[in-house]
């Protein structure tokens, strides 16, 4: 009995993904103390801080009334985010190989695509007081910014969202295809059949280059330092999520560390063809990997500043020259 | 500050900022000074001069600290403050306080701001540790080719446009101007030290600029520990008399700071102050333009604003 259970497809995917989302929920604070911190020489947060106590904390805060011309859409996007990035890590796992058109690469990009759109909403719905800019004429003697239209920093940010589902996570798509070139089938259960037969994609020539591209568009899609124009902390605000409050800041909080872990997985998937799920100790893998992936991202961030499009354009230009060429070499 | 006692006044100008409050009571006792010709003793010269450098120290620092933390580098930014946290002991250890120190009184310092030989060494060794620390970090701050990328060419203040808007201290000096106060000021007639200049006026140049008279204020230190005379730190041996409005400017770490007013029965009148920030703050618009709002943030902090010293700004409309 108890072993049929566990052998339920459904029940076996539901436990990998509480086990996936436990541990993603300590990710943030590793990265906050057990890197950042330890470089800046600062005790830093408890190690649960930023992924546990902060989502609880902000359950329980009151929330406000969004500032939004569309509040019904502003507030489901975080959960959509969180859905997206739930969908992903079912396509991952071994019993959703059953079924291609989810378990397939073009599925993966579609879903991450639409968490890239969602920051693009994000921001084009935030209309928060704390960022109008010059809503009144400059009067003051001298002034240089008469006659300024009334605008929202958002705006702003969902802009250079646009911008970066348009180019900015272009090397990512690129590293997730590489793997194709070896496996010739865009399906995730070729894909991790083909590694389990000739070896990880990662310990080739290909797969090499492909995962610095993979790692510099993780750091993009997960908006860190120093690619974290689209969040415009720079600017103060901190961009499309200005106006999540309580429930919806902790859903933000919680996907962020969920969204880390999964790209984690996708990279064991992809290029150490090692599925999540706890039915295997090949999830150690998946956890060692999301944990190498924050580790890095931590020091990397910790040593840059946020790029302006004067950095980013040839940053992004030269990860996607190296995603070309991991898929030419993939392809010899 | 009207119709206050002097001393009272004296004490009340510290509060007009919480990083240059030693500028503000050092120029207040100063224009008294100069109003009642009450002659200074040479030790509490020395001391003056050392608290103004610490405060100049440590107000550089946390222009650097916080360049570094508008463009998001935290490492660097917590790294600088590891730094100014040497200098805000040493304040402390001097003036009891980590701001507000009240250290200037008419005729020299307080007493209990005396050095004695155990505050000189750690001191002297401080600034030791301090040199070493700075060096480093600069070295490492300019050889970071993406932070440079990010500050060259942002926020540029022309020299003429700085000029006009008869923008003060460092800001003006890293457009190229080699203007500092404290080359006419007789409490640093010992000392040597140089003029830093900086030729591009932008966000690099301000923060090369602070971060290479940082250097000058540990060697006005070292020189004042090395040289500090023997005796009383305050002359109590003078006399309150009516005057006219006197005037004084010094170089505080922002800028050139004035202050003027009147003694009437030992009372201050016709009290008129002007810090840095309200010239330097209107330098800031034009530093933007040109600029993406990302580095908006950097172009008003290249302008090293003090909110504090102009939220108590009044406007004089002349009719």
């Known amino acids: 009995m108890f072993e049929n259970i566990l052998t339920n497809p459904v029940i076996a995917v539901i436990l990998t993904i509480l086990v996936c989302f436990i541990i993603s929920t300590f990710l943030p604070g590793i990265e906050r103390k057990y890197v950042h911190a330890r470089i800046q020489q600062r005790i830093g947060p408890i190690v649960i801080a930023p992924g546990i106590m902060a989502p609880l904390k902000f359950i329980f805060k009151e929330n406000i009334e969004v500032s939004s011309p569309v509040p019904g859409l502003y507030k489901a996007l975080p959960i959509i985010c969180f859905i997206v990035v739930l969908c992903v890590l079912i396509a991952l796992t071994p019993e959703a190989y059953k079924i291609p058109a989810l378990a397939s690469l073009v599925s993966i990009v579609g879903f991450l695509k639409v968490e890239e759109i969602c920051y693009v909403l994000m921001g084009a719905l935030s209309k928060s007081i704390m960022s109008v800019r010059m809503p009144f004429p400059d009067k003051i003697k001298g002034a240089v910014h008469n006659n300024s239209n009334l605008s929202f920093i958002e705006d702003i940010s969902a802009r250079r969202s646009l911008r970066m589902i348009t180019y900015g996570s272009f090397p990512l798509y690129l590293a997730l295809f590489a793997p194709v070139t070896a496996a010739r089938s865009i399906f995730l259960g070729d894909i991790v059949a083909y590694q389990q037969t000739h070896g990880p994609f990662l310990f080739t020539i290909a797969g090499g280059i492909a995962a610095v591209v993979f790692f510099i568009g993780y750091m993009i899609i997960l908006n860190e330092y120093p690619f974290s124009i689209i969040k415009a902390k720079s600017d103060v605000i901190e961009g499309p999520y200005m106006e999540y409050a309580a429930k919806y800041r902790a859903v933000v909080v919680i996907t962020r560390g969920f969204f880390m872990f999964v790209l984690g997985a996708v990279f064991s998937v992809l290029f150490i063809g090692v599925p999540p799920t706890i039915f295997s100790w090949g999830i150690l893998i998946n956890i060692a990997v999301a944990l190498i992936f924050v580790v890095m991202m931590g020091i990397f961030s910790a040593f840059a500043p946020v790029f302006t499009n004067r950095q980013l354009l040839p940053t992004i230009l030269a990860t996607t020259l190296l995603g070309i060429l991991a898929i030419v070499i993939g392809l010899l | ?319």
């Open chain 2, 1 to 319: 500050m009207e119709g206050l006692p002097v001393e009272k006044a004296n004490a009340l100008t510290e509060k007009i900022c919480g990083i240059c409050s030693n500028s503000h009571i050092w120029n207040s006792c100063r224009t008294a000074e100069l109003g009642l010709g009450i002659e200074i003793t040479p030790r509490a010269l020395y001391i003056r001069v050392i608290m103004g450098e610490l405060e100049r120290l440590h107000s550089h620092f946390l222009y650097l600290a916080h360049g570094c933390e508008v463009l998001s580098h935290e490492t660097f930014s917590m790294r600088v403050f590891y730094l100014r946290e040497i200098v805000m002991e040493l304040l402390a250890m001097i003036g009891g306080n980590r701001v507000q120190y009240g250290c200037s009184v008419l005729g020299g310092v307080r007493p209990r701001c005396d050095l004695d030989e155990a505050k000189l060494l750690r001191l002297k060794n401080d600034m030791n540790a301090l040199e070493e620390g700075l060096n480093g970090f600069v070295e490492r701050f300019l050889a970071d080719s993406i932070v440079m990328s990010r500050i060259s060419g942002i926020g540029v203040l022309p020299q003429k446009q700085a000029i006009e808007l008869a923008v003060t201290g460092p800001t003006l000096r890293a457009t190229g101007v080699a203007r500092d106060l404290r080359t006419t000021m007789f409490e640093y007639d010992e000392f040597d030290f140089n003029v830093i200049t900086q030729n591009d006026g932008d966000v690099k140049s301000n923060l090369i600029m602070r971060a290479l008279e940082s250097f000058e204020s540990i060697k006005i230190i070292k020189q004042a520990i090395a040289n500090i005379p023997e005796g009383k730190v305050v002359n109590r041996d003078w006399e309150m008399v009516d005057t006219d409005i006197i005037e004084s400017y010094i170089e505080v770490p922002r800028g050139t700071l004035y202050h003027s007013y009147a003694l009437e029965s030992g009372r201050v009148r016709h009290c008129i102050i002007r810090t840095p920030s309200m010239a330097n703050i209107g330098a800031m618009q034009y530093a933007c333009i040109g600029d993406q709002i990302t580095d908006a943030q950097l172009c008003i902090v290249q302008c090293d604003p003090c909110f504090t010293c102009t939220d108590r700004a009044i406007e004089i409309i002349r009719r």
